[in-house]
């Protein structure tokens, strides 16, 4: 017992003695982490390099170069995104190219089959680059007080591009899609002499008229976790959780978005307080329109303005900035427009399907090889290989064909007598001549629809107009639920929801739904639907939803499950306060019929015959917008629970007051 006593106290004496030595008398083993571990990158097909480049306020920008191995003479295609330069160039641990950039935000077939030197850098604020965050910043003026901002950040990136990169021949192109769209709208401005062409693809442009924050004045709420998770942090650490399997459930528990924004803490951010501040069409909104700013700025880049027809996020932007900068380009030669059957970013995607609807061909494949690799093959190889691509590239939905037009909306000319007339006039590269005049498709009494109005006939159980009780305690449903959180995985998530089947809605109590007889020829539309409706409500405020429909025959041959479907083609919201005044709000005259007149999204279909056309009503579409109160508050983001009240809503068809939907019919000639 003592022996064993005596071991252990030696043993205990050692280590203590042991542990008071220097460490130099420490045994360790050999680390197997070299100081700096240097990658052979053996048999790679190009080379990566990251730096950090310099900007004129001293700040440092994180960008990622892939230059394909043995480049000489490269154009550059530059993107900078707020969505981490890394890890969009890092798709696959590849020694190849494609699997690399194989995903969101590049277009794959052209840039590894043109050869070209890619470029994608962290905006300031994001990631791996220095300074300030600042949601969509505004260019240098009354909301940018500092002397930089997207445009000379664009520059000065550029500038160093073409002194440092020793593959280039000196040629930048941008491009980039949604937020990655609105920057090179922003290095339209005071470009630098090395950009030669600029691709704004689904562009983030006014965030109040009708992009990613408001629809004419009524608020996506279901973008509030995009907001929470962009502006959380620079690398985007904290994620916006859900209380509910339904984000329908969660909307309706928390009340207003306000109050939503507040339990999660939101208000921390300073672009949600922004949103709070401005709930009007002001001086905040106005000043930083990218549509607004690019009319005042010279036209000195060619520019391909890329538009989905069925934008769940950014369906305004690229149509508003074509429309302001169109004008400029007095040779035809510097503004095009593409305009396909997709969602928001398809287009470097598969584009055969979009949700139930069937295109029979991949119709994103075709922009990118016949439309948008020649386009910039065109401006930034020095061969500059020819270019036979129209002003604007249309795809008819419909019919599905992609159309070669000269300009957008097609011009109504009643005055043309025939094609060698419209010829002159630069109406080349269409296939048939055509024109088009907006033409009133009227909602008619007894839910009928039709280009003849019979405003003034009643008589019987007709009536001067139809009702509806809208009910904030239970707002109609922007798709079917359960609604997911938004997700971008598959179409049963948020990307399709503007495709979605409208039968369900339109068996609603809550919702009109105007339909024409069955067509007997086609009904062509091309260009934006314009809203004439009045209405009255009971209560002093009301937001108003119309949707253009296409309601498929009972049966389709060859497609069973899209008999009877009902696909939307154009719809939007109005928010009843602004009738007068964007800018200020105002309350709504109780049970007056008013008219409330705005644009839809752009369309071009073909209505075919053997289906017919839906004009459908509503007054909520939740929880895409929030809801309005139906009663006056100073500010919707913080109505009180006392404030939602039913409401009843008329829709008129009176002598002078009919409600119709302009259509931008074309008429072949």
């Known amino acids: 017992m003592i022996m064993k006593t005596l071991c252990v106290y030696l043993v205990v004496t050692v280590f203590t003695l042991v542990s008071l030595l220097p460490p130099s008398f420490a045994q360790t083993l050999p680390a197997e982490t070299p100081p700096e571990f240097k990658p052979t990158n053996d048999g790679f097909e190009y080379v990566r390099r990251e730096v950090m480049i310099p900007m004129r306020d001293g700040v440092k920008l994180h960008t990622v170069i892939i230059v394909p191995k043995g480049a000489k003479r490269a154009p ?20 190849h190219l494609g699997p690399i950039l194989n995903g969101y ?159 999660r803490g939101l208000e921390q951010t300073g672009f949600w307080r922004k949103i709070l501040e401005h709930p009007s069409y002001d001086s905040f909104w106005r000043e930083q329109a990218v549509d607004k700013l ?32 169109e004008p400029k380009d007095t040779n035809n030669d510097k503004v095009f427009l593409v305009m396909g059957p997709w969602h928001h970013g398809q287009e470097i995607a598969d584009g055969s399907k979009l ?80 024109s088009q005049r907006p033409v009133p ?28 009780i809208s009910d904030p305690a239970k707002p109609v449903p922007f798709r079917s639920r359960p609604i997911k959180p938004t997700g971008y995985d598959t179409c049963d998530q948020w990307p399709c929801w503007l495709v979605d089947d409208q039968r369900e809605a339109s068996g609603r109590p809550d919702v009109l739904a105007f339909k024409s007889d069955v067509l007997t020829e086609p009904v062509k539309i091309s260009g934006q639907p314009i809203v004439n409706l009045f209405a009255s409500t009971s209560g002093t405020d009301s937001d108003w939803v119309v949707k253009v429909i296409d309601v498929y025959p009972d049966e389709v041959g060859g497609d ?55 004009i459908q009503v509503q007054s909520s579409w939740f929880p895409l917008y929030d809801r309005n109160p139906q009663t006056f508050v100073p500010n919707i983001f913080w109505a009180k629970p006392a404030d939602y009240r039913p409401a009843t809503q008329r829709i008129y068809h009176l002598p002078g007051k009919a409600s119709s939907v302009e259509l931008p019919v074309v008429m072949n000639r």
């Open 105 to 263: 935000d590049n277009a794959l077939e052209v840039i590894v089959e043109g050869g070209y030197i890619r470029v994608v850098q962290d905006v300031r604020g994001k990631y791996g680059s220095e300074g300030e965050y600042v949601m969509n910043r505004p260019l240098r003026g009354p909301l940018n007080p500092t002397k930089v901002d997207h445009a000379t950040d664009t520059y000065d990136a550029i500038d160093w591009l073409i002194k440092n990169v020793p593959e280039s021949n000196g040629k930048v192109g941008i491009l980039g899609i949604s937020y990655d769209g609105f920057l090179p709208l922003m290095a339209l401005v005071n470009p630098h002499p090395a950009l030669k062409v600029s691709v704004p693809m689904n562009p983030m442009v006014d965030g109040w008229m009708g992009d990613d924050w408001f629809h004419n004045g009524a608020f996506r709420q279901q973008n509030m976790p995009y907001i929470y998770e962009q502006d959380g942090s620079r690398t985007n650490d904290y994620h916006w959780w859900t209380s509910h399997y339904d984000d329908y459930d969660m909307f309706m528990e928390a009340g207003s978005a306000g109050e939503l924004g507040k339990r």
């Open 76 to 95: 550059i295609l530059l993107t900078r995104t707020p969505y981490n330069a890394t890890e969009l160039t890092s798709h696959a641990a590849s020694s």
């Open 355 to 434: 949700g139930a609807i069937n295109f029979h061909s991949d119709t994103a494949l075709y922009f990118r090889q016949h439309i948008l690799r020649p386009f910039l093959d065109h401006y930034l190889k020095d061969d500059a290989p020819p270019m036979d691509i129209a002003p604007v590239n249309a795809f008819e939905t419909g019919t599905n064909v992609w159309q070669r037009l000269s300009s957008w909306p097609l011009s109504y000319h009643p005055e043309l007598p025939d094609r060698e007339t419209l010829k002159r006039l630069g109406a080349r590269d269409i296939q048939t001549l055509p």
């Open 560 to 614: 069973a499950k899209m008999g009877g479907y009902q696909l939307a083609v154009s719809m939007d919201i109005f928010r009843g306060r602004y009738r007068e005044s964007l800018e200020i709000p105002k309350p709504i005259a109780a049970n007056e019929p008013l008219l409330y007149r705005w644009s839809l999204p752009t369309a071009n279909h073909v209505f075919l015959p053997g289906h017919r056309i839906m």
């Open 441 to 468: 498709l009227y909602l008619n009494t007894g839910l009928k629809l039709s280009f003849q109005s019979t405003a003034g006939v009643f008589g019987g159980t007709n009536s001067p107009f139809e009702e509806y």
């Open 294 to 325: 690019l009319a005042k700025e010279p036209l000195k880049v060619p520019v391909m303005l890329v538009q989905s027809l069925w934008d769940q996020e950014d369906i305004y932007g690229a149509i508003a900035v074509y429309k302001a900068i």
